[in-house]
Each structure stands twice: as C-alpha cells, then as structure tokens.
Nanobody, 121 residues
Framework: QVQLAESGGGLVQPGGSLTLSCAAS????????MRWYRQAPGKERELAAH????????NYADSVKVRCTISRDNTKNTVNLQMNSLETEDKAVYYC??????????????WGQGTQVTVSS
C-alpha cells in the first residue's frame, strides 16, 4: 500500500523557519522524483519544489526560490522541504508527491494527505 505521510507543519511567525518531512512507503522510492506542492486558500495548487530521483536536480517555484531547500534520503525513503524567512503568503496546505516522467510527460502518481502551514504573528 502506497503511503506518503507528511509531518512538520504548524504555526510559525513571519520570518521563522519550518521543515516539512515526508515518509514514503509501498513503492520503490528511488524510482520517483519527489515534489512538494502547496495550495493556499482561494488559490490554485502550486508546484513549490521538485527533486530528481537521486537528488542531483532540484527546481523551485519563483515564489519560494532562495528561501526553500528540498532534499531527500533514499536510504530512509524521506523527502524534506526546509523553509526559511516564512511569509504570510506561505500559508498553505503542503503536499508531498511522487512523480515519474513517461514519454516526456510528468505524472504525479502518488499524493500525501497534506500538512497545514500557517504563518502568523
């Protein structure tokens, strides 16, 4: 049974930091790129960060670039998103996603249930 279990969300003050973690099970973790999406209230879901199968390539949305770092540990089947200098606009539900590319198209195959991040003073 595939499972992506996010943790680490919560309430943080503006300017603070937070690290989200995702524990994967039920599939071959290293066969998948991993992503963090986020969805803020009233906004479309946004691909925040992407990391390749072995961590050699990372990509970030402009909205989080510089402030966030995605990393993975294929020995532990985990992926993290470290977020610094958090802003109120970062308030969202953050989703961990396992993705694969097939015939040049990325597919988001597996989704976690999400973890809430709230940035407020």
């Amino acid at each position: 049974q595939v499972q992506l279990a996010e943790s680490g969300g919560g309430l943080v003050q503006p300017g603070g930091s937070l690290t989200l973690s995702c524990a994967a099970s039920g599939f071959t973790f290293s066969n998948y790129a991993m992503r963090w999406y986020r969805q803020a209230p009233g906004k479309e879901r946004e691909l925040a960060a992407h990391i390749s199968r072995f961590g050699g390539t990372t990509n970030y949305a402009d909205s989080v670039k510089v402030r966030c770092t995605i990393s993975r540990d294929n020995t532990k089947n985990t992926v993290n998103l470290q977020m610094n200098s958090l802003e109120t606009e970062d308030k969202a539900v953050y989703y961990c996603v396992a993705a694969r590319i097939r015939r040049s198209i990325w597919y988001d195959d597996y989704w976690g249930q999400g973890t809430q991040v709230t940035v407020s003073s």
